[in-house]
T-cell receptor
Framework: GQQLNQSPQSMFIQEGEDVSMNCTSSSIFNTWLWYKQDPGEGPVLLIALYKAGELTSNGRLTAQFGITRKDSFLNISASIPSDVGIYFC????????????FGTGTRLTIIP | KAGVTQTPRYLIKTRGQQVTLSCSPI?????VSWYQQTPGQGLQFLFE???????NKGNFPGRFSGRQFSNSRSEMNVSTLELGDSALYLC?????????????FGPGTRLTVL
């Protein structure tokens, strides 16, 4: 089945630093979604990507749909304390059963 | 527009019991997906319902079942609970086929099996 490799698994950064994380897939996706999850809550959709090469921003967050359609990247600029949480990528193919496949998550911690 | 709601938020059961969790999707959304989230396994897809029909199913035993009602509300049931069923159960709603695939999650139900 489809697999998503998300990296890094965890990040420890200082406030104000930029953050980069990525996901790679073993197969082609037509949709990439990025979510953030706070402790005890459900994931919240941050950015949705629908076209290879697409670059989309949401405030300090920027995500890109890789041109191979097998990867996606999320960048956070000038991190702030509320950015702490777990970030998940998710991909969806229009072929086969169309379910979303989720990455394993990147846990972001900000060091005071 | 109200978001996805899940009830109850917390549940404690003992082994062998059964449990039913409920999910109300965003108004106008007709597709509901269920996920199990554990620290070791991440987000695991359980099943998806659209128009009262199961469209997709993950690799979970038959003890896990679900259904969807005509108003798009969904329930999932776990019978003969095991300790390993302790997890956060998340429901997500989307427009359904023809939509752009964005899923919106509820806050989850935290199930603890003792």
């Amino acid at each position: 089945g489809q697999q998503l490799n998300q990296s890094p698994q965890s990040m420890f950064i200082q406030e104000g630093e930029d953050v980069s994380m990525n996901c790679t897939s073993s197969s082609i996706f037509n949709t990439w979604l990025w979510y953030k999850q706070d402790p005890g809550e459900g994931p919240v959709l941050l950015i949705a990507l629908y076209k290879a090469g697409e670059l989309t921003s949401n405030g300090r967050l920027t995500a890109q749909f890789g041109i191979t359609r097998k990867d996606s990247f999320l960048n956070i600029s000038a991190s702030i304390p509320s950015d702490v949480g777990i970030y998940f990528c998710a991909g969806r193919s229009n072929f086969g059963n169309e379910k979303l496949t989720f990455g394993t998550g990147t846990r972001l911690t900000i060091i005071p | 527009k109200a978001g996805v709601t899940q009830t109850p938020r917390y549940l404690i059961k003992t082994r062998g019991q059964q449990v039913t969790l409920s999910c109300s999707p965003i108004s106008g959304h007709r597709s509901v997906s269920w996920y199990q989230q554990t620290p070791g396994q991440g987000l695991q897809f359980l099943f998806e319902y659209f128009s009262e029909t199961q469209r997709n199913k993950g690799n979970f035993p038959g003890r896990f079942s679900g259904r969807q009602f005509s108003n798009s509300r969904s329930e999932m049931n776990v019978s003969t609970l095991e300790l390993g069923d302790s997890a956060l159960y998340l429901c997500a709603s989307s427009l359904g086929p023809g939509g752009r695939g964005e899923q919106f999650f509820g806050p989850g139900t935290r199930l603890t099996v003792l």
